[in-house]
Every structure is written in C-alpha cells, then in structure tokens.
C-alpha cells in the first residue's frame, strides 16, 4: 500500500512540474504578466492654445516661444518662434514621439496635420526626428535621420525658472552632421522643459541653454 502511495505522489509531483515548464515555455521564458509600459504621450500632451516661453543663455536665439497651435488623433502641430519660425508636425504612439515634417520661416495660422495640406510646400521637407522612444529606462538607444540618441536619466527632479519638475526624462542627442551633443529634459503632462546644447568648436567648448521660464494659454495675460 505505501509503494502505491509514494507511485501516487511522484506521479502528481512530476505532472505539475511538467504544468510549471509548459507555462513557461508557452510564456517565452519570462513573466507571463510584465509590468506595462509608460504611455509617452503623456510626455508631450496636446495643450492647444498654450505656449510656453522659453528663456536663453549662450547666443542670441537661445530664448524662444513654443505653441502648440492644433492637434487631431494621434497628429500635433508646434512652432517654435525665435530667429526664424519653425513649424513641426508630431506624430504621437505610446511607444514614440516622432517629428514627421518640418517647415521654417512659416508664418501662417495654418493646420499641416493632413498630408494634402503639407504637399508641395517649397520651405517644408518631410523627415523622421524620434524625440522619445520606450521603454523610458537609462540606456535605451535609438538613432533617426539625424541623431543617435539616449535615454541617461528618468524620474529626476528638474529646477527651471518657472518652478520645480518631478517625473522628468532627459534623452542626449549625438549629431551625426556636426560635433555636438544636446540634452532634452521632458516633464510629464507639460512637455519640454529644458534643452542644452553643447557644442565644439575651434575656439573651444560652447553651452546653450534653454529653460522654461512662464507659461501662458489663448486669453490669458
């Protein structure tokens, strides 16, 4: 009787261990319920009518205007006013920020989301500028028609002039046309806060920084 209890007992034994392999196997060899991942629209939100104003240091055009001026679907349009006007288009996932289409000296209270609209525009040039990319952990790399980028810092308390920032995420951007390296700084639900450019020259090593410094929105003062 005790040899067919202990028969009973490895046979139940080795089922569930072979229960346990095949969850695993069916799971790839990993957490069957992996923890979900950071929804990055929220790192540029769809704030029409408002514009943020930036405050420079290191060149003339370092201060500048950012209004995010439409937004339809997974589409927002923002320009940045300083030395030239430049409009950009930004497609928005869960998994990435992408610039897709660039225009400078643009001046007109003009929608570009719809491709018809940004057909033959002599001044606009389509493109593929990721500004953010997941999963939002240090080390994560990616590269774009003009920048190898990186994530090197995530959930870091940020200082500007208009106040203190938590939850930000700074991306360091290499450019692959010239020797310079800028940093990105990007709060959730406001966007860009910060941005520093470093650049190398014959005369030296330059610094441009730009620091959110107000905010303001269509009607207010």
């Not at 629209?41 to 055009?61: C, D, I, K, N």
Request: charged share 25%; glycine share 8%; with cysteine.
């Amino acid at each position: 009787m005790r040899r067919y209890w202990r028969a009973g007992l490895l046979g139940l034994i080795l089922l569930l261990s072979a229960l346990v392999l095949l969850r695993l196997c069916l799971a790839g060899g990993e957490d069957p319920d992996p923890a979900p991942q950071e929804d990055l629209r929220a790192y540029l939100p769809p704030l029409v009518g408002t514009t943020f104003h930036f405050q420079g240091s290191g060149m003339e055009y370092a201060s500048f205007r950012r209004r995010i001026t439409f937004a339809s679907g997974d589409l927002l349009q923002m320009e940045d006013l300083s030395g030239t006007n430049l409009a950009q288009v930004v497609e928005r996932s869960p998994q990435e920020l992408a610039v897709i289409y660039a225009e400078e000296e643009f001046y007109a209270e003009q929608s570009l989301l719809g491709k018809e609209a940004r057909q033959g525009r002599e001044l606009g040039r389509s493109l593929k500028l990721i500004l953010l990319k997941g999963p939002l952990e240090i080390g994560n790399t990616w590269s774009d028609d003009q920048f190898q980028r990186e994530i090197v810092a995530v959930k870091q308390v940020v200082e500007v002039p208009l106040g203190t920032f938590y939850d930000v995420v700074v991306v360091k951007s290499r450019s692959r046309a010239a020797d310079s390296v800028h940093y990105e700084y990007y709060a959730k639900n406001v966007g860009l806060i910060k941005r520093e450019f470093v650049l190398q020259l014959e005369g030296g090593t330059y610094q441009i920084v730009s620091s959110l410094e107000a905010v303001s929105s269509v009607g207010s003062q």
